[in-house]
């Protein structure tokens, strides 16, 4: 229940922080984004702490001497690399990324950065989300922890689609030509070629 409120609220404040029509550099917008930042957090936190650890880790044929133990564990190995790999990328794409990009390239604080990652996609920091909470989601037992792991993974799909469609097009310029060039999900692996004339 906490937990689930605490992933609600802290959304709900990123949503707002986004179409809210104070200016960019408010400290109100600053305060509630990181608010909602500091709740979402918290909400991972907590999944991360949640007691019970069930399926598909601790199944309940898998008893003392059970073959299935050494499965189990390679299966716990993998999910928790696989959290700290979604969790640090996240970190990066999501607050160190941009910034990187725009001291590197000279460019100001309202321009799109079209590098790394954002080349790939415009939202690259919902895939790391997501491996993050279905990774640890899965650690601390997916049949208890289903609706959760749905719910954070939702309402970050609904922020970005706000971000992409309302707000980003507000604060960056350039960002309505690059909707156009950069897919919204779904990376592209692949540079495009030019068009023959």
């Known amino acids: 229940m906490v937990l689930n409120s605490c992933a609600l609220i802290g959304f ?3 949503i707002h922080a986004d179409i809210s029509p104070h200016g960019r550099a408010s400290k109100a917008k600053a305060w509630i984004r990181g608010a909602g930042y500091a709740l979402v ?3 991972l936190g ?3 702490f949640a007691p019970h650890p069930s399926w ?4 309940a044929s898998a008893a003392k001497g059970s073959s299935d133990l050494p499965l189990a564990e390679a299966l716990r190995i993998a999910l928790v690399v696989l959290a700290l790999v979604s969790a640090i ?4 794409s ?3 990324e941009i910034s990187y990009h725009r001291r ?3 460019l100001d604080v309202e321009a799109t950065v079209r590098e790394g990652s954002y080349s790939l996609c415009r939202h690259p920091g919902f895939w790391w989300f997501s491996f993050l909470a279905v990774s640890v989601g899965f650690l601390r037992g997916m049949d208890l922890y289903f609706f959760t792991v749905s719910l954070m993974i ?4 609904l922020l970005i689609v706000i971000q992409d469609k309302y707000a980003f097009p507000r604060l960056f310029s350039g960002y309505d030509a690059y909707r156009k060039e950069v897919p919204f999900l779904l990376p592209r692996l692949f540079p495009r070629r030019a068009k023959p004339r």
Do not use: E, K
């Open 12 to 14: 709900y404040l990123l």
């Open 41 to 43: 957090s918290l909400a």
């Open 46 to 48: 907590l999944l991360v």
């Open 56 to 59: 598909p880790l601790a199944p």
């Open 89 to 92: 990328l996240l970190v990066w």
């Open 94 to 96: 999501v607050f160190l």
């Open 104 to 106: 590197r390239l000279g």
């Open 154 to 157: 939702g309402l970050d799909l």
